[in-house]
């Protein structure tokens, strides 16, 4: 100990770090803490492992609204197909397939979601390349919700293109004319229109 100018007693190591001396040591951890300190880290890591790690699979809702069924297949399963390849792509597809049917299973008599997810369903076979099947399922469309107009017009469409690509024209043309035979109206709207003039120039090309 010394003393100050003020005649008091000031100890050593007590000066601020203001110049007046040397700064006071920090004080160390309480005893009670260090043994958590390899607990901590440990607990840090496996956190971050646990949010690199990849997601399961979403799972299919419980039985629950058909725009919400819907929602969950195009979302998690169809539209990521669309981007992904080889084993990948096959499980999205197989598990959009799968949820569209749900759709279906629970809510048929919904016409305006179960229309979208029978169409759906019509390019998840495509995207399969079983072209029958989903032939079959894009003229059901029509056969089942022949109220949704829109939904109707886009399966046709697609029945016939899918056909047309895969060499199969007069079948395709069928489907053409059906376009042409129930949409072409001064009803039509322009987008309605636009789809009408290909399936005409179509049916109107030669072998």
């Known amino acids: 100990m010394r003393r100050g100018k003020e005649g008091g007693v000031r100890r050593w190591g007590s000066e601020s770090a203001g110049g007046k001396g040397p700064a006071k040591p920090r004080p ?8 958590l300190l390899p607990y901590s880290l440990g607990l840090a890591l496996l956190v971050a492992l646990v949010s690199c790690s990849p ?5 299919l809702p419980p ?16 539209l990521p197909s669309a981007e992904a390849r080889g084993t990948e792509k096959a499980r999205l597809l197989e598990q959009a397939a799968a949820a569209y049917l749900a759709v279906l299973a629970q809510h048929s008599n919904d016409a305006y979601w ?9 390019n ?15 003229a059901s469309v029509e056969a089942r919700y022949p109220q949704q107009r829109w939904e109707v017009l886009a399966a046709l469409k697609s029945a016939g ?11 395709a043309r069928t489907f053409y004319q ?5 949409f072409d109206t001064p009803e039509a709207t322009q987008v309605e229109q636009t789809i009408l003039r290909g399936a005409k120039r179509r049916l109107a090309a030669g072998d």
């Open 161 to 171: 293109d899918l056909l047309w690509d895969g060499g199969r024209r007069e079948e």
């Open 28 to 35: 160390p951890l309480p005893h009670s803490l260090t043994p």
């Open 124 to 138: 998840v076979r495509a995207a399969q390349g079983q072209t029958n099947e989903a032939v079959q399922l894009f």
């Open 63 to 78: 039985t629950t609204s058909a725009q919400a069924l819907f929602a969950h297949a195009s979302t998690n399963f169809h």
């Open 114 to 122: 179960a229309a979208q997810a029978l169409r759906n369903l019509g």
């Open 178 to 182: 059906k376009l042409v035979t129930q």
């Open 55 to 59: 997601k399961p699979d979403a799972p």
